[in-house]
Structure formats: C-alpha cells, structure tokens
C-alpha cells in the first residue's frame, strides 16, 4: 500500500527530498503522496526513507491503497524504466 501524510504534518520538508520516486509534493495545508508513484520505497530502500526522516511520525500506509510488495516493486519497474533481474 502506498503512504500517506496526515494533517499532524508541521510542513518541515524532510520528507520530500527523501523520496526517490518525486511521489511527494507540498499540498494546500501540508505536504501530499501520490499513491501512484509511492513505492513505499521497494526497489530502493529497505524502509520507506519519508516515514524514517519524519519528526512527528504523521507518515502511515495509506488503507485506502492496498498493494503487495509484488505490485509495488512492479510500479518500481514502470517509473525508473529497469526490468527485473
């Protein structure tokens, strides 16, 4: 499943240079994932690096965006363009 910032962000912007796949952008109150480029890092890291950098822990799995390590490390495929080894 992707992540997902909640309003208990303080917009401190640790989190976005963090990402690897440009999956976090400063939204109207406070910063926002897209579930469609948040990998939760599979491919890159071994933990997702926004929940590991983020002072106030406001950085949980998104319920809403349910995916298997399988399918997220596919859609890590299809952003950086790699195939599988």
């Known amino acids: 499943m992707a992540l997902l910032i909640t309003d208990e962000c303080i917009n401190c ?3 976005e240079p963090e ?6 952008s400063a939204g109207e109150e406070y910063y926002q994932i897209d579930p469609f480029k948040c990998t939760e890092c599979v491919g890159h890291f071994d933990e997702p ?3 590991r950098v983020c002072p106030v822990d406001c950085i949980p799995f998104n319920p809403d965006v349910v995916e298997t390590k399988d399918q997220l490390f596919d859609k890590y495929l299809k952003l950086t363009g790699k195939k599988a080894a």
């Open 13 to 15: 912007d640790v989190c």
């Open 19 to 24: 990402c690897p796949n440009d999956a976090i």
């Open 49 to 51: 690096q926004c929940q």
